[in-house]
């Protein structure tokens, strides 16, 4: 058992990531209802997101000065905000990426700072505990038709980093992955209850309520799991 547990603490670190977009502005021209112009800085765009990336620690390892990069191939980054859930803190560029971007006083960015600010950031997070989050949000405008296309990349000894599509959320937990536990637990949960009970018409009620409310025990047993795996790695 100990072998195991310790194998299970020491395994390598799993980081997920998550990336949803909220349309800000759109520029459009209409021969009844006019025409509506997005501006930035005095120059026009054609539209205008607020994209973010967010970030958890999914492993039992806290780690310590994380270098994450957030990137797109097609969108103009421009403005951004971000924040170490549960706490004051913000993050900081890294050393080598703000000394790219460093210009003296009344200078001109050149266009290889001004390619580089507006597709990438990198960013060093001082300390990523186990389940800690980070959410980042960039501003920024697409250069085509269609949504922003963002992805987080980090190279960190031990750590892997996978992206993850925002799910419904039920109880706190994944609805997908709620169903699914509570499906397989019904395994064992209905023919428990068709042994014990005496009367078929009653087992199969009680089994087809079971069944409307599967996501509910699916849900729990994840909760106790997550607190259990907590507890583990303390």
Do not use: C
């Not at 597709?119 to 697409?142: F, K």
């Not at 087992?203 to 699916?218: E, M, N």
Request: no cysteine.
């Amino acid at each position: 058992m100990t072998v195991i547990v310790s194998r299970v603490i020491g395994k390598r670190g799993l980081f997920t990531y998550n990336v949803w977009h909220d349309r800000v502005a759109v520029a459009t021209d209409d021969a009844a209802f006019g025409s509506v112009r997005v501006l930035w800085g005095e120059q026009q765009v054609a539209n205008l997101f607020l994209s973010t990336v967010e970030l958890r620690n999914e492993s039992l390892r806290d780690f310590t000065n994380v270098t994450a990069r957030v990137w797109s191939p097609t969108s103009n980054l421009l403005t951004e905000r971000s924040e170490i859930a549960g706490t004051t803190h913000s993050l900081h560029w890294t050393e080598e990426y703000a000394a790219l971007l460093a210009l003296p006083p009344g200078v001109d960015a050149t266009d290889t700072q001004l390619r580089l600010w507006n597709s990438q950031r990198d960013y060093n997070i001082p300390t990523m505990n186990r389940g800690q989050v980070v959410r980042i949000s960039i501003l920024n405008s697409v250069r085509g038709p269609g949504i922003p296309e963002l992805t987080l990349e980090i190279l960190h000894p031990g750590v892997r980093v996978k992206f993850r599509a925002v799910p419904q959320v039920f109880l706190g937990v994944p609805q997908p992955a709620a169903a699914l536990t509570g499906t397989i637990s019904g395994l064992v949960v209905v023919p428990l209850v068709a042994s014990l009970v005496q009367s078929p018409l009653a087992a199969a009620v009680l089994a087809f309520v079971y069944g409307v409310v599967v996501l509910i025990p699916g849900a729990l047993i994840l909760r106790l799991a997550r607190r259990v795996r907590e507890w583990m790695g303390d």
